[in-house]
């Protein structure tokens, strides 16, 4: 059944977030059922969507943990109950790791290291503590961003945690992120399979050194269909599947009826018949277009409901250019699929989830702005 966002329109004010509640369901179910055909656990990244009720959605569905980015991201999660955490990042900062500590007494708390240094910073916290803290080494598998080359690096950084008493050396993980900047599925296949492939060597490069750690983790959302399939590979990350977006559609991870996250706006002008102006600029949509410089998406968003493009966004206007002249009534809706579901999310306070039958209620981006 097709939504009606014009009767939704005169209920709620725009912009606004939209989460349509059955493909949220559904791409849920389908990302389960994908890790379950790969033999493989779930753990979602849930920077996407910041919200516990998805998250204990994921749970439910049969994720076995949980993946976030940020310190106080997990924080809000564990207040909500969430025992088992993956930071999927370095904690550096000296003051944070009492914050960590207190994480880690009250749940399962696994965190990312890739340097020996970090060993150092976490030993004055975390070498009195009954429990080791469990590690795992970031492997970089192309996004050369945080993260080892399954090398020589690899055996001294796990040999060093192994060594050190107070931490579990518990898996190896990547992220293949220069996904983003594929200019065709066939790329992202690539992309997928070399994801695959150099966990592989990471994992193998141990086993010959006699160290098996028990989680071989990888993931973006475009790459996991390929990446999941590899023989060593246990578990899988994805985050942005459970709303997906226009960049995700130009990439072919899936299609724009797939896409369970919409910004509602309101025409507020119509300075010519090849023009219109909503009342959601940058501060609604994100000035994301894709990674990729030479192949920019064109716009701000996939427009659903008016045939043209969001050319210009200033901070609360956006300037869509329609693709024929017409008089567009002023005052009426526009929903739009945002180029970029996880940094669009974190322009908001509320969701309004929707049921095809119309019915709404407004759910809390509960991790909104956790940054630090
Ligand atoms: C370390 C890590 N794992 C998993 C993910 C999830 O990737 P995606 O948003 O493509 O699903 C991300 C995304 O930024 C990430 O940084």
């Known amino acids: 059944m097709s939504i009606d966002f014009?009767?939704?329109?005169?209920?709620?004010?725009?912009p606004a977030l939209i989460i349509e509640h059955s493909k949220l369901d559904k791409n849920i179910r389908a990302m389960q059922e994908l890790s379950a055909s790969a033999g493989v656990r779930l753990r979602p990244h849930l920077k996407t969507h910041k919200s516990v009720w998805i998250t204990h959605k994921q749970l439910k569905a049969g994720a076995s943990g949980v993946t976030v980015a940020k310190l106080s991201e997990a924080e809000v999660m564990v207040q909500a109950g969430i025992k088992d955490i993956l930071i999927a990042n370095q904690i550096t900062?000296?003051?944070?790791?009492?914050?960590?500590?207190?994480i880690h007494r009250q749940i399962r708390l696994l965190l990312a290291i890739d340097h020996p240094i970090q060993i150092d910073i976490l030993h004055p916290l975390f070498v009195q503590e009954t429990k080791k803290l469990e590690v795992m080494i970031e492997i970089n598998s192309g996004l050369n961003r945080c993260g080892v080359n399954p090398g020589e690096k690899l055996i001294e950084l796990a040999d060093r945690i192994i060594q050190s008493g107070f931490l579990t050396l518990s898996g190896i993980f990547t992220h293949?992120?220069?996904?983003?900047?594929?200019?065709?599925?066939?790329?992202?296949?690539?992309?997928?399979?070399?994801?695959?492939?150099?966990?592989?060597?990471?994992?193998?490069?141990l086993i010959k050194k006699n160290i098996k750690v028990p989680?071989?983790?990888?993931?973006?959302?475009?790459?996991?269909?390929?990446?999941?399939?590899?023989?060593?590979?246990?578990?899988?990350?994805?985050?942005?599947?459970?709303?997906?977006?226009?960049?995700?559609?130009?990439?072919?991870?899936?299609?724009?009826?797939?896409?369970?996250?919409?910004?509602?706006a309101t025409v507020i002008s119509q300075p010519?018949?090849?023009?219109?102006?909503?009342?959601?600029?940058?501060?609604?949509?994100?000035?994301d277009r894709g990674a990729h410089a030479t192949q920019l998406i064109s716009g701000y968003g996939l427009l659903l409901n008016i045939n043209g493009q969001i050319e210009r966004l200033s901070e609360e206007h956006g300037i869509i250019q329609l693709a024929q002249r017409q008089k567009i009534q002023i005052g009426s809706?526009?929903?739009?699929?945002?180029?970029?579901?996880?940094?669009?999310?974190?322009?908001?306070?509320?969701?309004?989830l929707l049921n095809t039958d119309g019915a709404y209620q407004i759910m809390p981006v509960d991790a909104r702005g956790c940054t630090q």
Do not use: M, W
């Open 6 to 14: 014009a009767t939704l329109h005169e209920k709620i004010d725009t």
């Open 93 to 102: 900062q000296s003051r944070k790791l009492h914050r960590l500590k207190q």
């Open 176 to 205: 293949a992120g220069q996904v983003y900047a594929a200019h065709d599925a066939k790329e992202v296949k690539q992309i997928g399979e070399h994801e695959g492939k150099v966990i592989e060597k990471a994992y193998n490069a």
């Open 215 to 264: 989680t071989i983790s990888v993931g973006a959302t475009p790459t996991v269909k390929y990446s999941a399939f590899n023989a060593v590979v246990n578990e899988i990350r994805p985050g942005n599947y459970v709303f997906y977006d226009n960049i995700q559609c130009h990439l072919q991870s899936c299609h724009p009826q797939d896409c369970a996250l919409l910004v509602l």
């Open 272 to 287: 010519s018949d090849s023009q219109v102006i909503i009342d959601a600029g940058s501060k609604a949509l994100g000035l």
């Open 333 to 352: 809706h526009v929903a739009i699929i945002p180029n970029h579901a996880c940094a669009v999310v974190n322009l908001y306070n509320q969701y309004y």
